[in-house]
Every structure is written in structure tokens, then in C-alpha cells.
């Protein structure tokens, strides 16, 4: 007798601010389909790399004030994707929990190591090496993205930037490094919940 095929798990994300209108669908069995709009395009494109590296389906929409600039619009995906991501999750029984990705990008290679431990943490270490404004926009934008991202999802999330000369290729190795992480740390191997205390932290 075969195994009943195990659930696909979805999440959706709505969030209307004076800042920013922002939906979100996300698919952690996918197969890397994006629709991805938030107004940034720097930012549409460092997220469909990394769902498909991660075979994740993601459909986004963000209208936010980029009239003031980047920064909330930014802020708020992360939020959005984090908060799918662990909804989707659920109780994380079963999930292998861990992940490392390293995806070279010409000159550049960035370190990415996560944990979906229900513990949100945010190591960045490296952006001396990304250029002061990228694609019109100061580089922190990218550290508040990952670290919105990382408190939603309740995940520890490392990222280290080793080497390289271009912030393009530096943030699209993260991306990738990202999406090579999550695909690993979301697998489904068995129903144990992988803690030794019996629990993961929610």
C-alpha cells in the first residue's frame, strides 16, 4: 500500500499601511514560479532568483511609498515573505531545518547558512565590500530586507559576504545562495521535530 502523498503548504500574506499595500502567495513545493512586482526592480529580481533556486512558487505585489524612497517598500516584502514562509511551515515537523548555499556570481561568491529554529536572528557581515548605492539606492536597503525577512520567518539567517567587486553580483550570490539554503532546510524527511528539547521555538 503507498503513502498518501504529503500536503503541499501554502501560505498568503495581506497587509494594507499608510506605507505600503502588499500581497503575497507562497508555495514551498513548487517549482520556482515567480510573479514577482514590488516597485524595485533590483529587488523583483534578487527574489525570483532565489525562489527558484529554492523551487518555491512566490506571487508578490507591493505598491508602497517610493516617493519617499525604497526602504519601507523594501522592509515590508521581507515581512510579507518571512510570514508566508512560516506559516507555511506550520509546526516545522518533519523539515530538516537546516541549510548552506554558496552560488558563485562572476568575481563575487557570498556565504549563506539559515536555520528555520523559530529563533529570528540576522548576521551580515561583509557589506564593506558592496558599493555605498546600488541601483539608486543606499546598500543597507538590503541588510533591512533580509533582516525583516528573517524576524517574520523566525529564522537565524547568516549571510557573508567573501569576496567580489560589483554589489550586483555580490546581492545576486546571496540570492541564489538563499534560495539554495531554504530548498535544503524545508525538506520533508520523516515527522520528527529536529530539537533536542522536543520543540522548536515559535
Avoid at 111 to 133: I, N, T
Wanted: glycine share 10%; charged share 25%; proline share 3%.
Amino acid at each position: 500500500m503507498s503513502e498518501a502523498p504529503l500536503p503541499v503548504r501554502r501560505a498568503e500574506f495581506a497587509r494594507r499601511t499608510r506605507e505600503t499595500d502588499i500581497r503575497a502567495a507562497l508555495c514551498l513545493d513548487g517549482a520556482g514560479v515567480t510573479d514577482v512586482h514590488t516597485g524595485i526592480g533590483l529587488l523583483d529580481h534578487l527574489l525570483t532568483l532565489t525562489m527558484f533556486w529554492a523551487e518555491m512558487d512566490l506571487t508578490l505585489t507591493c505598491k508602497g511609498d517610493l516617493e519617499v524612497d525604497a526602504h519601507h517598500s523594501a522592509e515590508d516584502t521581507g515581512l510579507a515573505v518571512g510570514t508566508a514562509l512560516r506559516d507555511a511551515l506550520g509546526d516545522r515537523a518533519g523539515i530538516v531545518r537546516v541549510g548552506h548555499g554558496r552560488v558563485p556570481m562572476d568575481e563575487a561568491l557570498a556565504d549563506v547558512v539559515l536555520d528555520l529554529s523559530g529563533r529570528p536572528w540576522l548576521e551580515w557581515r561583509g557589506d564593506e565590500l558592496l558599493p555605498p548605492v546600488i541601483a539608486g539606492e543606499e546598500m543597507d536597503l538590503w541588510r533591512e530586507f533580509y533582516k525583516a525577512l528573517a524576524s517574520a520567518a523566525r529564522c537565524n539567517l547568516h549571510v557573508s559576504f567573501l569576496y567580489g567587486k560589483n554589489g550586483h553580483h555580490l546581492l545576486e550570490s546571496a540570492a541564489k545562495g538563499l534560495g539554495l539554503a531554504l530548498g535544503q532546510a524545508v525538506r520533508r524527511r520523516g515527522t520528527l521535530i529536529r530539537s533536542t528539547k522536543g520543540g522548536l521555538d515559535s
